[in-house]
């Protein structure tokens, strides 16, 4: 079989939807000797060794705008794969090509922009609206990254159950508590962090829920004094409100704006921090809980969308939409060591579940099953 796989989402910004790509495909590819793949995108922005029957197709222009991503996926590729007589397209990330009349697998992250549309760019959101909902049905096999993304799509999309399968993301090797306190004094030094510090990983955006988050540490710093709140993570759509919120809160000054830090640096953050707070509305996954739970960082998430698979008893859950709820849970961890220690142990333990071989090789079996 010749599978295509689309990766010039590669070529925009990290987030969860790009490392995803980055972790899954070279497992994919690797597994997948009896098979020849086809990688359409920019080569430099994915790594691999050589290997008999694989090979690139590459973009003409870099692919760094999206419009021009678009473009591309959608009048481009399309001809690229019937050109190169690909058996199977693999789309890790909402879209088929609609020129495409081939075969299709395709992943779905969340449905973000349909149950919470309001937390999305208008562009974006009209745009993984239509598109999302044809590939969807278009497509043979529908690979959803949780439970919750799964039932999401049968609500809103009408799909049949045998149609979807769920395989969620895995952990990276590097998020785990050795390696963690090894990176951990080098980079406190270079990104200045504090002594004690809760952290929060993620792009400023809407849907995190920070403002409910900062209306929660100064609702938690009234009742005790608090470690200062890290946020780490790109400016995001209206980031802006965020930095506003925390003056108009008095907080500003216990609230540390890190920034975008690379993910190769995240495990020493996270075993620096108290604790990771993530009262997202709503995620299809929730990578960032995860890779502290690997840590052995307590975690304090939403007990909502997705996260509940991936934290279970490892984490601190609660309601986004309650701020005392969410202060209560800030209070706990930061003043009880105990609770902290027992959530480490159980975070680690639950992390060790998710591996990105299992997923390739799970991916692979329904790519390969539409032959």
Known sequence: MRIGINVHLLSTTHTGIQHYIRALVPELVAQASAHEVVLYGEPSQLPLPAQQGVRWVPASRPLRSAIRRVLWEQTILPRLLRRGRVDVLFSPAFVLPRWWKGVGVVTVHDLNFEVSPQTIHPFRRAYLRRMTRWSVQRAKRVIAISGATASDILRLYGMPSEKVVVIPYGLDAMFNPHHARALEPAVRQRYALPARFLLFVGTLEPRKNLPRL???????????????????????????????????????????????????????????????????????????????????TPVLASNTSALPEVVGDGGLLVNPLHVSEIAEGILRLALEEELRQQLAERGIARARRFRWDEAARRTLEAIAAQS
């Open 214 to 296: 900062l209306e929660a540490f100064a609702l938690a710093q009234q009742q005790a004094e608090l470690p200062p709140l890290v946020l780490a993570g790109a400016p995001g759509w209206q980031h802006q409100k965020i930095r506003a919120l925390a003056q108009r809160l008095n907080i500003e000054e216990r609230v540390v704006f890190a920034g975008y830090i690379p993910r190769e640096h995240l495990p020493g953050v996270y075993a620096a921090a108290t604790a990771l707070l993530y009262p997202s509305l709503y995620e299809g996954f929730g990578l960032p809980p995860l890779e502290a739970m690997g840590c052995g």
